[in-house]
């Protein structure tokens, strides 16, 4: 009987075998450094928040979690294709505050807040990569607040203005 010759089809072909890890791992890595980012920066109240709401959440989650168990009114304004949520005054709040929603993603959020209020205090304009807050103060001594995200194409000319007037 003549000697079987060696079957081949159980072994890695020798190009593919020291890449094939790469494939997996590197996206693996990447997909595991997202993940433990996005909960570090999660762990508080980011930049680009108020009182729980954050730019990119849903009108449904800016209702379930803006100043969370604090009483009051919510209506809806639609302009095309733009919907903005207004929260009536509440008893931390004493007025109306907006929520201005881009394809269905928080994109602004618009404050008239007493000088008392925590997110009153700070610089006139803080800058992130993904939004900007603009805060000025009127005669009264009332604080307007903006949070805008900086890629929306509704809000690029009102961020571009707040950038330009920056110190």
């Avoid at 007025?95 to 269905?104: S, W």
Wanted: charged share 25%; net charge negative; aromatic share 6%.
């Amino acid at each position: 009987m003549s000697p079987r010759p060696p079957d081949d089809r159980n072994e890695p072909e020798k190009g593919w075998s020291w890449w094939y890890p790469l494939i997996v791992l590197v996206p693996a890595m990447l997909a595991l450094f997202a993940l433990i980012s996005s909960m570090l920066q999660g762990s508080g109240e980011t930049a680009a928040s108020l009182r729980g709401a954050r730019l990119g959440m849903t009108a449904d989650q800016v209702r379930q979690r803006f100043d969370e168990g604090a009483q009051a009114s919510w209506r809806t304004e639609i302009v095309g294709p733009d919907m903005t949520l207004i929260r009536g005054p509440s008893a931390s709040l004493d007025r109306e505050t907006r929520f201005e929603f881009h394809n269905g993603m928080l994109v602004a959020i618009r404050a008239d807040l007493p000088p008392s209020a925590d997110e009153a205090r700070g610089d006139a304009v803080e800058i992130s990569p993904a939004a900007v807050i603009a805060r000025t103060n009127d005669e009264r001594g009332r604080v307007h607040l903006r949070v805008l995200a900086r890629d929306c194409p509704t809000h690029a000319e009102e961020v571009s203005r707040v950038l330009s007037d920056a110190p």
